[in-house]
């Protein structure tokens, strides 16, 4: 299995472009994750779904945020407008339903608004 | 309903052990740790579940004490391979979420 697939894995983009990252899930894996990390905040989690269904989405900071999960493998998430201070290595993960063993992570997107 | 970890960072020589704290203010049903190394992701350590066990991993194990919501990871005999930022995830009972404690950066030195 490749594992959790993120792209880009870079992306500068200037204030007020639309942003969109993506995600595909290891095969079996029922549960998906979006977190964003920074030095000041750490790990935190945006949005998380279970067979794709949106479970929890009070992380999503503004509603300049939005994630889809069309199907059972892939997933997007998307910033429109983009603003400096959404820079950050934003990350996916995925795991079963129990999360018995644990996540499994992408490689993460470093995000750059300038 | 971020745990709090403890030390913020810790440097040792090689073959010293060390001890990593997690605590969280919320009732826990499990515990996980991962370790991230710079620039790469977080990956996955062990998974502790309510009922306070002890699990090992090579010369890395935890415990988790759910009446003290606290979760410690043992690294003995530390190597240069250990350097990286640890971080504990809690999760609550019904929900398969984590919150992620602020991390700990370990360095092992020759």
């Known amino acids: 299995d490749a594992g959790v697939i993120q792209s880009p894995r870079h992306e500068v983009t200037e204030m007020g472009q639309e942003v969109t990252l993506r995600c595909k899930l290891i095969?079996?894996?029922?549960?998906l994750f979006w977190y964003r990390q920074t030095m000041m905040r750490g790990l935190e989690l945006l949005i998380y779904?279970?067979?794709?269904?949106?479970?929890?989405d009070s992380g999503m900071p503004e509603d300049r945020f939005s994630a889809k999960m069309p199907n059972a493998s892939f997933s997007t998430l998307k910033i429109q407008p983009s603003e400096p201070r959404d820079s950050a290595v934003y990350f996916c993960?995925?795991?079963?339903?129990?999360?018995?063993?644990?996540?499994?992570f992408g490689s993460g997107t470093r995000l750059t608004v300038v | 309903q971020q745990p709090v970890q403890s030390p913020q960072a810790v440097i040792l020589r090689e073959g010293e052990d060390a001890v990593i704290n997690c605590s969280s203010s919320k009732a826990l049903y499990s515990v996980h740790w991962y370790r991230q190394k710079h620039g790469e992701a977080p990956v996955f350590l062990m998974i502790?579940?309510?009922?306070?066990e002890q699990k090992g991993h090579e010369k890395i194990s935890a415990s988790f004490n759910e009446k003290k919501q606290q979760s410690s990871l043992y690294l003995t005999a530390s190597q240069l391979s250990y350097s990286g930022t640890y971080f504990c995830?809690?999760?609550?009972?019904?929900?398969?979420?984590?919150?992620f404690g602020t991390g700990t950066r370990l360095t092992v030195i020759p």
């Open positions: 095969s079996g894996h029922n549960s």
């Open positions: 502790l579940l309510k009922g306070g």
């Open positions: 779904f279970n067979n794709n269904v949106p479970i929890d």
């Open positions: 995830g809690t999760g609550e009972t019904g929900a398969n979420n984590l919150f």
């Open positions: 993960a995925s795991s079963s339903w129990t999360a018995a063993y644990g996540y499994t």
